[in-house]
T-cell receptor, first 114, second 111 residues
Framework: KAGVTQTPRYLIKTRGQQVTLSCSPISGHRSVSWYQQTPGQGLQFLFEYFSETQRNKGNFPGRFSGRQFSNSRSEMNVSTLELGDSALYLC?????????????FGPGTRLTVT | AQRVTQPEKLLSVFKGAPVELKCNYSYSGSPELFWYVQYSRQRLQLLLRHISRESIKGFTADLNKGETSFHLKKPFAQEEDSAMYYCALRGFSGGYNKLIFGAGTRLAVHP
């Protein structure tokens, strides 16, 4: 099975712009979660989507949003970029919910805001 | 508040030495605990979870609810164990796929 894929892998944006990141889960997986990884804050949960519905949301401002399509692919959007948004954004997919289901992580998209 | 603490940023040992990566958590309830590992230039992957009570690559971890700890141990470290290790917590009130991560510990195993 192909793993979780994320595009693009690297991105450079200017402060004030917006950006869209994409995540394709493992075939058959219906849950997609997003995390932000920075040297200062570590790995922080952004949100989770399941069957096109947001189920959980972390403590991030409304500039961070996401969506999930019927094929389970997910996108996250960050509007009005700030320098502090520079981070590695990780996506993880899981077959469904439940303690027996493992999350599989993608390679990440490294976003640099200048 | 849900929190995971990994007190060591770097743990440096020689090959064959025992290893213990510390993890303490704060959660009012019965969480599920995990260890994730990230080898150089590879993606984050699950190493083990407390409910499985298994040994993976020689690593074990026991959940101690009294001390709220989930330390990762290996009796004899190998060079290929060098990686970044993250302890993570999943609280059922937050949803099954919301993980709270510690800051991570870099394990360096020297020959």
């Amino acid at each position: 099975k192909a793993g979780v894929t994320q595009t693009p892998r690297y991105l450079i944006k200017t402060r004030g712009q917006q950006v869209t990141l994409s995540c394709s889960p493992i075939s058959g997986h219906r849950s997609v979660s997003w995390y932000q990884q920075t040297p200062g804050q570590g790995l922080q949960f952004l949100f989770e989507y399941f069957s096109e519905t947001q189920r959980n949301k972390g403590n991030f401002p409304g500039r961070f949003s996401g969506r999930q399509f019927s094929n389970s692919r997910s996108e996250m959007n960050v509007s009005t970029l700030e320098l502090g948004d520079s981070a590695l954004y990780l996506c993880a997919s899981s077959a469904t919910a439940g303690s027996s289901y493992e999350q599989y992580f993608g390679p990440g998209t490294r976003l640099t805001v200048t | 508040a849900q929190r995971v603490t990994q007190p060591e940023k770097l743990l440096s040992v020689f090959k064959g030495a025992p290893v213990e990566l510390k993890c303490n958590y704060s959660y009012s309830g019965s969480p599920e605990l995990f260890w994730y590992v990230q080898y150089s230039r590879q993606r984050l992957q699950l190493l083990l979870r407390h409910i499985s009570r298994e040994s993976i690559k020689g690593f074990t971890a026991d959940l101690n609810k009294g001390e709220t700890s989930f330390h990762l141990k290996k009796p004899f470290a190998q060079e290929e164990d060098s990686a970044m290790y993250y302890c993570a917590l999943r609280g059922f009130s937050g949803g099954y796929n919301k993980l709270i991560f510690g800051a991570g510990t870099r394990l360096a195993v020297h020959p």
